[in-house]
């Protein structure tokens, strides 16, 4: 199994960045895949999930409104769309995956990519 997560950068605050998570050595849309982020001094936060099954979407609640998660199962990527970004989400995001199910919880998750990082500011 094997996660690319790319797409990061600096960014004023109230900007955008789309975050991609190339996939390989599994059969993508049997696995739910979430986006975590961790910030300096502070543990690995689940910022949002797709499962792989019906697609459902889940959010932590201050990205809620802002970020949108999104994947194409023919390319076995997904991406995670961020808008109006606040110097709060400043952190390194990775992508993971763990079983079928959607979990905003990092002991759920057994794969991990190498992490892209996010600055938010001005």
């Known amino acids: 199994v094997q996660l690319q997560a790319s797409g990061g950068g600096l960014v004023q605050p109230g900007g955008s960045l789309r975050l991609s998570c190339a996939a390989s050595?599994?059969?993508?849309?049997?696995?739910?895949l979430a986006w975590f982020r961790q910030a300096p001094g502070k543990g690995r936060e689940g910022v949002s999930c797709?499962?792989?099954?019906?697609?459902?979407?889940y959010y932590e609640d201050s990205v809620k409104g802002r970020f949108t998660v999104s994947r194409d199962n023919a390319k076995n990527t997904v991406w995670l769309q961020m808008n109006n970004l606040k110097p709060d989400d400043t952190a390194i995001y990775y992508c993971?995956?763990?079983?079928?199910?959607?979990?905003?919880?990092?002991?759920?998750?057994?794969?991990w990519g190498q992490g892209t990082q996010v600055t938010v500011s001005s």
């Open positions: 993971a995956r763990g079983s079928e199910y959607c979990s905003l919880r990092s002991e759920s998750y057994t794969y």
């Open positions: 050595g599994f059969t993508f849309d049997a696995y739910a």
């Open positions: 797709l499962s792989g099954s019906f697609g459902s979407k």
